[in-house]
């Protein structure tokens, strides 16, 4: 009998290691060149001592390999000691998650009653990029409108930018800012917007 793997246990250790992999960047990124030594007791300090981080010290390894793997950190010895720093590469992946963080938690006081229309067309040939895309921007709080629609009430154009740059579709996505949509009631609904 074939086993089925819980939906919820899956989707925290997705979120684990992706929580795992942006504390590593933050901690490499504010040092700029960190022992590896140093990096575990930085991401604790950066996530918070949790019973999710119990283990950490021995997935520290692991976190670093598949950075490495990615091309987002590089490792140097000098008089014996092994340092890591963040390549451009990693520098991106750091840019972008702040900006991420930044665009779910920091809302703007006041709308300046514009929406912000992401539409694309992502070759079905790359689904899993067009999955990641969709993914990211719900993440954040987008609206979708329709399959290759989504809105956001605020600026998001360097988050989109980074976006962008970082899954390499460039072209199959457009940013526009819309001044009015008719029957937009339920929008504003939904994004806690004025309503008048």
């Known amino acids: ?7 919820e246990s899956g989707a925290k250790k997705k979120r684990q290691k992706r929580n795992l992999r942006n ?4 901690a490499i990124g504010t040092a700029g060149f960190i022992a590896v030594a140093a990096i575990a007791p930085n991401m604790f300090q950066i996530l918070g001592r949790t019973g999710v ?4 010290k021995y ?10 793997q990615k091309g987002e950190i590089e490792f140097e010895e000098r008089d014996g000691k092994k340092y890591v720093r963040l390549t451009e590469r990693g520098e991106e992946a750091l840019a972008f998650g702040q900006q991420k963080l930044q665009l779910a938690n920091g809302k703007p006081r006041k709308w300046d009653r514009r929406y912000r229309l992401v539409m694309f067309d992502v070759p079905e040939k790359r689904k899993k990029i067009r999955e990641r895309l969709r993914f990211e921007m719900e993440e ?4 979708r409108i329709q399959d290759s629609a989504w809105l956001y009430p605020y600026d998001c154009e360097e988050f989109m930018a980074l976006l962008k740059a970082d899954l390499h579709i460039g072209k199959d996505v457009l940013y526009a800012v819309v001044e009015e949509i008719e029957n937009d009631k339920w929008i504003r609904k939904h ?6």
Do not use: C, Y
Request: proline share 6%.
């Open 140 to 143: 954040v709080g987008f609206l």
């Open 191 to 196: 994004f806690g917007l004025p309503s008048d």
């Open 1 to 7: 009998m074939k086993v089925v793997k819980p939906v």
């Open 53 to 56: 981080l119990a283990h950490l």
């Open 59 to 68: 997935r520290n390894k692991g976190v670093l390999a598949r950075l490495k």
């Open 23 to 26: 504390a590593a960047l933050l």
